[in-house]
T-cell receptor, first 115, second 111 residues
C-alpha cells in the first residue's frame, strides 16, 4: 500500500514570496491533515479535512495560509506572503474517517526555509 | 499550561536497558493516546496507541495509561542503538480525531 505522498521535499524562498505544497493521502483515507513542525517542537495541526470539507482550521493563520481539498483526495497548502517564522517542516497526514482516535499516517514532509 | 507535556531530554540509557518515556496531558476528556517515533530529518511513525487504562504490550514496547493521573508512558525493553530517536506523545483532544502533540523526548541508546 502506497503511503502519503508530498511534494516538493525541500523549498527555499525569500520572505514575502509565495509557496505551495501538495499532498496525496493514502488511498481510501477520507481525513487529511496539515501540520507545521518547527525545529525542536512537536507537530502543530494547521487544518483538518474530512473529504473536501474543513473540520478544524482554528490554528491556521488565515491571513497568509490557505488550503484546499477540492475533490476530496489530494490537497494543497499555500503560504502567501511567507515570513521568516514560517520556516518549518510541513507534514501531511491521513486517516480513515472513524470517529475516535483513528491512526494518522504521515508523509515525508516538505522542508521550507524562508530567507 | 501546555496541553501535552514531555521532558525534552535527552534521555540516555545503555544498550539492553529499559527506557521509560513519560507524558502528561491536561484534557480529562481525552480518549486516545499515541506514541510516535521520529528519527532526525524524518517524519513521525506510529509505534503504539492506547485507549484504556492499564498496560498494552507490543514486542519490546509497552504503553501505560492512567487516566485518573492524566499520565501516559512508553517503556522500551532491551533498548537498541536503533531506538535512538525523538519520541512524540500525542493525545486526541476536543473530538474529531484532532491530535495534540508534545514537544517530544530525545532518547539516546549508548553502546
Amino acid at each position: 500500500e502506497a503511503g502519503v505522498a508530498q511534494s516538493p521535499r525541500y523549498k527555499i524562498i525569500e520572505k514575502r514570496q509565495s509557496v505551495a505544497f501538495w499532498c496525496n493521502p493514502i488511498s481510501g483515507h477520507a481525513t487529511l491533515y496539515w501540520y507545521q513542525q518547527i525545529l525542536g517542537q512537536g507537530p502543530k495541526l494547521l487544518i483538518q479535512f474530512q473529504n473536501n470539507g474543513v473540520v478544524d482550521d482554528s490554528q491556521l493563520p488565515k491571513d497568509r495560509f490557505s488550503a484546499e481539498r477540492l475533490k476530496g483526495v489530494d490537497s494543497t497548502l499555500k503560504i502567501q506572503p511567507a515570513k521568516l517564522e514560517d520556516s518549518a517542516v510541513y507534514l501531511c497526514a491521513s486517516s480513515l474517517a472513524k470517529p475516535r482516535g483513528e491512526t494518522q499516517y504521515f508523509g515525508p514532509g516538505t522542508r521550507l526555509l524562508v530567507l | 499550561q501546555k496541553e501535552v507535556e514531555q521532558n525534552s531530554g535527552p534521555l540516555s540509557v545503555p544498550e539492553g536497558a529499559i527506557a521509560s518515556l513519560n507524558c502528561t496531558y491536561s484534557d480529562r476528556g481525552s480518549q486516545s493516546f499515541f506514541w510516535y517515533r521520529q528519527y532526525s530529518g524524518k517524519s513521525p511513525e506510529l509505534i503504539m496507541f492506547i485507549y484504556s487504562n492499564g498496560d498494552k504490550e507490543d514486542g519490546r514496547f509497552t504503553a501505560q495509561l492512567n487516566k485518573a493521573s492524566q499520565y501516559v508512558s512508553l517503556l522500551i525493553r532491551d533498548s537498541q542503538p536503533s531506538d535512538s530517536a525523538t519520541y512524540l506523545c500525542a493525545v486526541n483532544t476536543g473530538g474529531g480525531n484532532k491530535l495534540t502533540f508534545g514537544t517530544g523526548t530525545q532518547l539516546k541508546v549508548e553502546l
